[in-house]
């Protein structure tokens, strides 16, 4: 049985259109007729999320504090390791429903997993090799986000194949395993793969997954940080960007997360191949990775909250542009020519690359998931969307539907206080 809803204002693929009636039916869009009488608020097509570890949600702020040394990237990943290894299936299925129903009030409608937290905390497999993909799985239909697990392959602690370290031991597998894992998931969820990194995986390994991949979803990590670049080059005289485009058939269904140390002809090859650019500004400001030059870049992005050290979509898009703004000192650097306020530039282009990456049809149209997000009604829809992203003036959504079902009613998701007091307890018991 179909659904209809008319809103004041919608974000069509076209442009702002008014007095929109969005009709969906199993969850998909079936109608999108504009031009009907009345209805209310402003209607945006649903934000994916395309990188997320939830479980690092649980030690979100606990990091924050300088060690003995100079803190980076790398101290952080220490301690992300020392929380990682405590974690039980039960644990990582609190979190991720916590973190999942607090995605969905801020508007991320579907999540990319890139999960890796495979094995048991001795480094054993468990008796199903995707028990933890399961308990994933299990935390996104209860929260109603819509999931692509992204099982990772994990086999090296560094480029050319070195052996991983035991603070790795969580992660790896053989790729017989990991055929297990990848089976086990696909019962659960759509998947897509995910080499860790090309310090983790071989070029025949990397081989491998691509075959093996088809066309589903390829999401890697690449060129986050100065350090690996630098490796990269001391390895095999290219760099990580230009070498992953080198010697593999990466295309539209590959998402390049980070890829924030590229060069020119590196962004025009990226454009050129029509990979989709994975941003996680907040956490990029975070672990203090470097800037990424989307000013320059016309390819295909999109966002995600990768450490969920903070999870708002509104706030990651603001960070995206406020970086441009401080590296190029201009304004409105995101902006289009068919989408000249830089807000609505950002979430138009931000939700149709998410979708890419994620394998889904984008926007509001025919054929999509029916997941929008509702803001109150504003003087006009560009302004509720510049307020909503640079003002914070729209810290509870009127509404968010995901897949046909409205899941978020006045900023709030109905599991929301059950799934905090789990949460918190976890967190406790890991401190
Ligand atoms: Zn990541």
Redesign the pocket.
Known sequence: MSSSLIFRHALLPTGWAEHVRLVFENGLITGVIPGQSGGQGIALPGMPNL?S?VFQRAFAGLTERRGPGADSFWTWRDLMYRFAHALTPDDLEAVALHGYIEMLERGFTHVAE?HYLHNAPDGSAYANPAEMSARLAAAAQQAGIGLLLLPVFYAHGGFGGQPPGPAQRRFVSSLDHYDAILEGASRLAPTGLAPHSLRAVTPDELAHLAGLAGPRPVHI?IAEQTAEVEACLAWCGQRPVEHLLATTPAGPNWCL?HATHVTPAELTAMAARGVVAGLCPITEANLGDGIFPAATFTGAFGIGS?SNVLIDPFAELQLLEYSQRFSLRARNVMATPGFPTTATALWARASEGGAQALGLTSGLRPGAPASFVVLPEAPTPDIALSQAVFAQRASALAQVWAGGVQQVADGAHRLAPSARARFEAVVRKLM
Do not use: A, E
Request: hydrophobic letters at 35%.
């Open positions: 990188h570890h890139f990590h997360v990768d």
